[in-house]
């Protein structure tokens, strides 16, 4: 139990690592010039046009689905997502890439964070009915709901130290890490449920 929900937990935290990266370059890439004010909120609504979409079909499809596979799936292509949009930067340097072409892969591939980062929740709402007794949920969901923040908080904070070290491309490429981290983290700790581990359900072991 405690296994799963602290693994869900630290995971939750660094999904929010993997959605950061774009506030924190959005400065740097208006200065060099490389896309606009404009640009950068088209490429922000792509990203919460689509999580919206997925935070609503998510929900249906995480119930029936392993949520350690679900949540980690999520992650990773979130991961990746991040790790292209950096060595898209690089990239740009190497080969003048032209402003236009990043605007537009950008655009996409931010828009399918979107969708990966509407992953993160519905598994971890699930995990604390399937391993914890009603009357310690709310608990729970207490601590889990605020991990993220405090996440989001300390990403901006590191993120924003690389960034000013040694580019905005790196912003992203070490979210790509982050992102690496949190799904080894579901891989190793999060079962997808009592049952699935040898144990009886938690209505049995509560008395539910």
Excluded: H
Excluded at 48 to 57: N, P, T, W
Excluded at 80 to 94: F, K, P, S, Y
Aim: glycine content about 12%; proline content about 4%.
């Amino acid at each position: 139990k405690n296994r799963t929900f602290w693994g869900v937990t630290g995971a939750y935290a660094l999904y929010y690592v993997c959605r950061m990266a774009m506030a924190v370059v959005k400065q740097p890439l208006i200065d060099a010039d490389i896309l606009s004010a404009a640009q950068l909120g088209i490429i922000g609504s792509a990203f919460y046009f689509v999580y919206a979409a997925g935070k609503f079909a998510n929900g249906f499809i995480a119930d029936y689905c392993n949520i350690r596979r679900f949540m980690a799936t999520g992650l990773l292509v979130s991961t990746v997502v991040n790790l292209l949009m950096g060595l898209l930067g690089l990239a740009r340097g190497w080969w003048n890439l032209p402003s236009g072409l990043l605007f537009f892969i950008f655009t996409l591939v931010w828009g399918v964070n979107g969708f990966c980062q509407s992953m993160g929740a519905p598994p971890g709402v699930i995990s604390l009915s399937r391993w914890l007794p009603l009357d310690r949920r709310g608990t729970y969901y207490s601590i889990l709901s605020a991990t993220p923040y405090l996440g989001k908080s300390l990403s901006v904070f590191f993120l924003g130290l690389v960034v000013g070290w040694i580019g905005w491309e790196y912003g992203f490429i070490f979210s790509a890490i982050a992102g690496v981290t949190g799904s080894a983290i579901i891989l190793v700790f999060v079962s997808d449920t009592p049952e699935s581990e040898g144990l009886p359900s938690v209505q049995e072991l509560s008395g539910e």
